[in-house]
C-alpha cells in the first residue's frame, strides 16, 4: 500500500534552516507528485506547493517564495522541503501529500504523510 | 490567489443528526475541481471527497459532496461519533492549490 514516512521532528533556532524529506513506497514515484502542506499550532492547512516527481517542475505558495526549495531523489523514491531563515512563524507540522496525478495541478491530495513538527524557538 | 471560506466555523450537533458544511470560492472553481478532507486531533488529514462528489476509497455513502462554481457543500447525513472532526475543503483548479479554513464538527 501507499506510504509516506516523514523525517523525525526538529528543533532550529532562528534564522536556520530545516530539511524534511518524506520517502514514499508502494507505487511508482514518478506516477505522483508530491505537495508539501503545513500547519501552525490550531491553524488551518496551508499548502506550501508543489513538485513533479516526473520532471521537478515546482510550484510555490506565494507567502513562501524565495524561502522554499522543493526537490526530489528519484534513485530513493524520496520528496524534500528545504525551507530558510526560520522565524517562529514557521513552528508548525509540515506534511507532505501525494498528488492524484504526476503535475499536482488540477490535483487532489491522494496520500499523506504522517507529519514532521518544526519547531522554531531561541 | 483564489480564497475559500469555509462556513460555519463550528458545527454543533448530536451522533444521528445531519451536517451541512459550506466552503465558497472567491473565484470560479471549474470542472469541481474541489475536495473535502477530514482531520482529527494529532492526525494527518484524510481524503473524503474529490471532483466536489466523488468519494474516496473506503469513505462511507453517509458523506456526500455537491456543488459548482463558488459555492460547494459536505454533507453528512447521520453523524457517527467517530464523524467529530475538523473538515478542510481544498480547490485544485488553480496551481497555487489553496485551502479553506475548516469548520469543526463537535458533540453538542
Known amino acids: 500500500q501507499v506510504q509516506l514516512e516523514q523525517s523525525a521532528a526538529e528543533v532550529k533556532k532562528p534564522g536556520a534552516s530545516v530539511k524534511v524529506s518524506c520517502k514514499a513506497s508502494g507505487y511508482t514515484f514518478t506516477s505522483y507528485g508530491i505537495g508539501w502542506v503545513r500547519q501552525a499550532p490550531g491553524q488551518a492547512l496551508e499548502c506550501m506547493g508543489w513538485?513533479?516527481?516526473?520532471?521537478?517542475?515546482?510550484n510555490y505558495g506565494q507567502r513562501l517564495q524565495g524561502r522554499v526549495t522543493m526537490t526530489t531523489a528519484k534513485s530513493t523514491s524520496t520528496a524534500y522541503m528545504e525551507l530558510r531563515s526560520l522565524t517562529s512563524d514557521d513552528t508548525a507540522v509540515y506534511y507532505c501529500?501525494?498528488?492524484?496525478?504526476?503535475?499536482?495541478?488540477?490535483?487532489?491530495?491522494?496520500?499523506w504523510g504522517q507529519g514532521t513538527l518544526v519547531t522554531v524557538s531561541s | 490567489e483564489i480564497v475559500l471560506t469555509q462556513f460555519p466555523g463550528t458545527l454543533s450537533l448530536s451522533p444521528g443528526e445531519r451536517a451541512t458544511l459550506s466552503c465558497r470560492a472567491s473565484?470560479?472553481?471549474?470542472?469541481?475541481?474541489l475536495a473535502w478532507y477530514q482531520q482529527k486531533p494529532g492526525q494527518a488529514p484524510r481524503l473524503l471527497m474529490y471532483?466536489?462528489?466523488g468519494r474516496a476509497a473506503g469513505i462511507p455513502d453517509r458523506f456526500s459532496g455537491s456543488g459548482s462554481g463558488t459555492d460547494f457543500t459536505l454533507t453528512i447525513s447521520r453523524l457517527e461519533p467517530e464523524d467529530f472532526a475538523v473538515y478542510y475543503c481544498?480547490?485544485?483548479?488553480?496551481?497555487?492549490?489553496?485551502f479553506g479554513g475548516g469548520t469543526k464538527v463537535e458533540i453538542k
Open positions: 473565484q470560479s472553481v471549474s470542472s469541481s475541481y
Open positions: 513538485i513533479s516527481t516526473y520532471n521537478g517542475y515546482t
Open positions: 471532483g466536489a462528489s
Open positions: 501529500a501525494s498528488c492524484s496525478s504526476a503535475n499536482c495541478q488540477y490535483s487532489h491530495f491522494e496520500h
Open positions: 481544498q480547490q485544485y483548479h488553480s496551481s497555487s492549490l489553496t
